[in-house]
């Protein structure tokens, strides 16, 4: 099948989502701090992305694996200095996943910390993405597109004043729509393990360094997108009712294995839920209707990708 970057089909914006765009606090995102001078260096060895060679002030998408491969977790990464990086993540799944990085620091010379409390998250749409310019302290970290509309996530110390008053607000479920209708999902508590980089597009959108060293799942992510293994790919889509983050999609031909899985969702603000789904490739060539949460659920259509996809290595 071959798969070609889709114009998005007529989108509903919500009503606080405008060219000149706002500014809305992201409670639902945490802060893990790496500090010490062996900070890029370790995340080298644990992450998919490149964290040595991303220069300081720079943002980066990257993933946590597990040893097969499936995505533990997925941040923002931002690289303050070379020996401070923030890794911005779902809170949900913060505490799990410091956790675990922690377990592998051993005699390198890296602290990691929560520091969630110490930090304000601000998501900035539009305009309000572009016009506005980190102040001391602050660290502008921007992000994918939502339907050509600028994103960007504010950093700022609790300590230190958040976006400009000019800058209008923006409700938070207008910033999950964003998150959706841009194609990129971060991973949260109902999809951790459920995908390898490549069923989340990550290589295509910056989340994969291919050219690095080794990491956990290393091996499993090369070889599929080494041996064109790649069967299942994140598509932004519609659904007609009620949706959420891991459930499951199926075809009308097939009642009992699912095809895909909600990655994630967000209402829609012309009704129904905006999804990005994890859908098998070859369920997509039928004309089988796909349906959330089995066969009688709410139907998925209007699948499509906003942004190419890199051709296998």
């Known amino acids: 099948m071959i798969i070609q970057c889709m114009n998005s089909p007529d989108v509903t914006l919500p009503t606080s989502v405008t060219a000149e765009g706002g500014a809305a606090r992201l409670t639902h995102l945490g802060v893990i701090r790496v500090l010490g001078e062996d900070a890029a260096k370790y995340l080298q060895g644990q992450l998919t992305q490149d964290m040595v060679l991303t220069k300081p002030g720079e943002t980066r998408l990257a993933a946590f694996c597990n040893p097969k491969g499936r995505m533990l977790a997925s941040f923002i990464a931002l690289k303050v200095t070379q020996e401070e990086i923030f890794l911005i993540c779902s809170r949900d799944i913060l505490a799990a996943t410091l956790k675990r990085l922690s377990m592998f620091v051993l005699r390198s010379k890296a602290k990691l910390t929560d520091a969630t409390e110490q930090f304000d998250l601000f998501g900035l749409i539009g305009q309000a993405a572009q016009s506005q310019v980190a102040a001391t302290g602050q660290y502008l970290c921007p992000l994918a597109p939502a339907d050509n509309l600028a994103r960007a996530i504010l950093v700022c110390p609790t300590d230190i004043a958040g976006p400009s008053d000019e800058l209008g607000e923006l409700d938070i479920g207008s910033w999950h729509w964003a998150d959706v ?48 293994a790649i069967k299942r790919r994140a598509f932004v889509a519609h659904v007609n009712g009620a949706a959420q983050a891991g459930q499951e999609i199926f075809t009308s031909a097939d009642a009992e294995q699912p095809c895909g899985l909600v990655a994630l969702a967000a209402p829609a603000p012309g009704g129904g839920t905006e999804v990005i789904a994890s859908l098998q490739l070859g369920a997509l060539d039928g004309a089988d209707a796909l349906t959330v949460a089995g066969p009688g659920g709410p139907t998925l259509t209007g699948w499509h990708l906003p942004y190419p996809l890199l051709d296998d290595i």
């Open 181 to 228: 209708r841009s194609g990129v999902a971060l991973v949260t508590q109902p999809v951790v393990e459920a995908f390898v980089p490549q069923m989340l597009n990550y290589e295509s959108i910056g989340g994969v360094n291919f050219k690095k060293g080794c990491y956990p799942g290393q091996e499993v992510v090369a070889r599929s997108q080494f041996r064109g």
